[in-house]
């Protein structure tokens, strides 16, 4: 059954997040040879507040676990429990996540293969369009008696893998979980020992290849989990089979959340030119789109050398300056502007696209400079570089257990990294401001997706917080 020696785990918890929640009941059913032999399940406390709607839909309150063991008094049992066993679980990355978070609270390390049952119910029945628990329940008619609690979520598990195996092949499952156990196969220079020292953390990694130059630079939320995914037989794609052969050593540096992995990244991938990280490495040839005032045509300066008000007023930064006037010609061809006028084709007599009648006639008379000048203005104007939406440097402060950094920017110029606010306002007062496309990217991305809410970050406008700052900060 999946393999000789299953933990079937089930976690109830008082939310989402397994940096900041916590563990408040935990079901295992042990399987040995496809036979239950043991279940062992627990009310944890938390030693936080079950929120109002964890309470509604688990039953679990807080008097429930008032005199409940918390996680660090059943941890030595649990290991014991889990020890040699795959761990299968609904959506197991929530509940191994969530393991790894608790165990490591205690001081100790917890791993172990796994199997998601979410996704073996998509690789077994594809033709279906719903894999969450209660759509796998509706759809074989399990019994769902305590749903919502551990030990009854944990036995509907146990039911539908039982059906598994009396409606379908047995070679056919067994195909389907070694995808998902997704074995790691080391490269055959790198020892064991360092791929089991990489930690459970953000951060991001480097594979070294002969005489320690840099092979591939990654980023992730889990380095263990992403870093061993490089050499998963199953999964591997030619360019990682490639990597692989490469790899002598790796090295890795933990962060205290996304947005410094992101940028550490980027930084590691300018400064070490890894060989398989082509796209990243191409931003040193980023070039703004600006206008001429005069002539109405387009120009494209080197963002890197250009000033910030200068890219304040441009249309746009692109990887490349064949980017910029492709994405040019798109807006020539939908909006019938004129290449010709805009030194965008050569040639005598009238354009192309006027020909083909795509075009006004700016290059022969037709429309004035005056009217495809004023069009040119108005079709690129939606299109203006995003405005610094801060009156001054941006600090964004990410922490974890053991972590606290601040991320300093400004006009979206990353400045540095600082351990505490004092710190970060004096990067924002003295250090240089200069313009890399990839953090721009990175930083307005994540601007985006959090103006500020989440919980791990804290963001600190640092000119309004100091008055003595210059908010022009010091020259680029």
């Known amino acids: 059954m999946l393999a000789p020696r299953l933990a079937i785990v089930d976690l109830e918890t008082t939310g989402m997040s397994a940096r900041t929640d916590r563990v408040t009941e935990i079901a295992v059913l042990e399987i040995d040879d496809g036979r239950l032999v043991g279940e062992w399940s627990s009310l944890i406390n938390p030693g936080i507040p079950i929120p109002p709607e964890i309470r509604g839909l ?71 369009s ?14 769902q008696a305590d749903r919502h609690r551990a030990s009854g979520d944990a036995r509907i598990l146990l039911r539908f893998i039982e059906l598994l195996y009396r409606e379908l092949p047995q070679d056919e499952i067994d195909a389907a979980v070694r995808r998902l ?37 990654g980023k992730s939320l889990d380095l263990r989990d992403r870093v061993a995914a490089h050499f998963s037989g199953d999964y591997r794609r030619d360019r990682e089979a490639r990597i692989s052969q490469e790899i002598e050593d790796l090295e890795w540096h933990e962060t205290a959340g996304e947005l410094g992995a992101l940028l550490l990244e980027a930084e590691w991938v300018r400064e070490r030119m890894p060989a398989h990280n ?34 304040a007023d441009s249309y746009g930064v692109y990887s490349s300056r064949q980017s910029a006037r492709m994405h040019l010609i798109d807006l020539v061809r939908e909006h019938e502007l004129c290449a010709k006028a805009l030194g965008l084709e050569r040639g005598s007599g009238p354009c192309f696209g006027y020909q083909i009648r795509r075009c006004r006639g700016a290059c022969c008379g037709g429309e004035s400079a005056d009217s495809h000048r004023a069009r040119l203005f108005d079709t690129l104007a939606p299109r203006r ?10 600090a964004v402060r990410e922490f974890r257990e053991g972590f606290d950094e601040w991320l300093v920017f400004d006009r979206w110029c990353f400045l540095g990294r600082a351990e505490t606010e004092s710190a970060a306002r004096e990067l924002a007062l003295t250090r240089e401001r200069r313009f890399e496309l990839e953090n721009f990217r990175i930083l307005a991305a994540f601007l985006r997706r959090d103006p500020g809410s989440e919980e791990q970050h804290v963001f600190a406008d640092l000119a309004s917080a100091d008055q003595r700052f210059d908010a022009s900060g010091p020259p680029l």
């Not at 918390?70 to 393991?99: C, K, M, P, S, T």
């Not at 997704?182 to 790198?190: A, E, T, V, Y």
């Open 181 to 217: 156990l997704r074995q790691p196969s080391l490269p055959k220079n790198l020892p064991p020992e360092r791929l089991a020292a990489v930690p459970h953390a953000p951060g991001v990694y480097v594979f070294l290849g002969a005489g320690g130059h840099p092979v591939y630079i």
């Open 385 to 394: 570089f995003q405005a610094w939406p801060h009156d001054g440097p941006l």
């Open 278 to 311: 082509a796209r990243l490495r191409r931003r040193d040839n980023a070039v703004a789109l600006m206008l001429d005032l005069d002539r109405g045509r387009p120009k494209f300066p080197l963002a890197a050398i250009s000033t910030l008000e200068e890219l």
């Open 130 to 143: 719903g894999h969450g628990l209660d759509a796998i329940v509706a759809r074989h008619r399990l019994d």
């Open 58 to 128: 688990t039953g679990i309150s807080d008097s429930m676990v008032k005199d409940a063991p918390g996680f660090d008094a059943i941890a030595d049992q649990l290991a014991e429990l889990l020890e040699g066993r795959v761990l299968v679980a609904h959506n197991v990355r929530f509940d191994y996540g969530f393991l790894k978070a608790e165990f490591e609270r205690t001081g100790r390390s917890f791993s172990a293969k796994t199997v998601c049952t979410a996704r073996l119910s998509r690789a077994l029945y594809p033709e279906r």
